[in-house]
């Protein structure tokens, strides 16, 4: 994610551009920190490489941060799709560089879903779905 004013229109940045980038990361242990250790990984670098400029532990913060122009952030995209929508903040993918985040949904197979559950697991699973919490 980007601050709203950030130039740029393709929707992506390059894996070059994405690590001179001003970076604020997750804390260490995080699941988001891992995945991204993992995507660069497969493209030969590590977390090393990236333009760190500080960490923060909870994605609220993060969000704000970047808000704010303080730097950059990788979250997931569902942790941002209200700012994405709202224009507040800017979501750009690295491109060449996948970070897929998967989710396990468990409920009761014997019982029948409500609506508003249905419209819920449709909100996690369906990356066009324009229902907003």
């Known amino acids: 994610i980007v601050p709203p ?6 929707g992506q940045i390059s ?5 001179k980038t001003p970076l604020i990361l997750r804390e260490d ?12 990984e497969r493209h030969g670098y590590t977390l090393n490489d990236l333009n760190v400029v500080t960490e923060m532990t909870t994605i ?15 979250v997931p995209r569902l942790a941002v799709r209200k700012e994405a929508y709202l224009g507040t903040l800017k979501v ?5 560089m996948k970070m ?11 019982k029948v879903l409500t609506p508003t ?15 907003l919490c």
Request: aromatic share 8%.
């Open 100 to 110: 897929p985040l998967d989710f396990n949904i468990m409920y009761p197979h014997k």
């Open 15 to 19: 894996i070059e551009q994405f690590l």
């Open 92 to 96: 750009l993918t690295i491109e060449g």
């Open 60 to 74: 609220d913060a993060i969000k704000s941060a970047v808000e704010a122009g303080l730097g950059h952030a990788v």
């Open 5 to 10: 004013t950030y130039p740029n229109d393709t």
């Open 117 to 131: 559950a249905k419209r819920f697991i449709k909100f996690l699973t369906d990356p066009d779905e324009n229902i």
């Open 29 to 40: 242990g995080s699941g988001t920190r891992k995945l991204l250790a993992k995507a660069l």
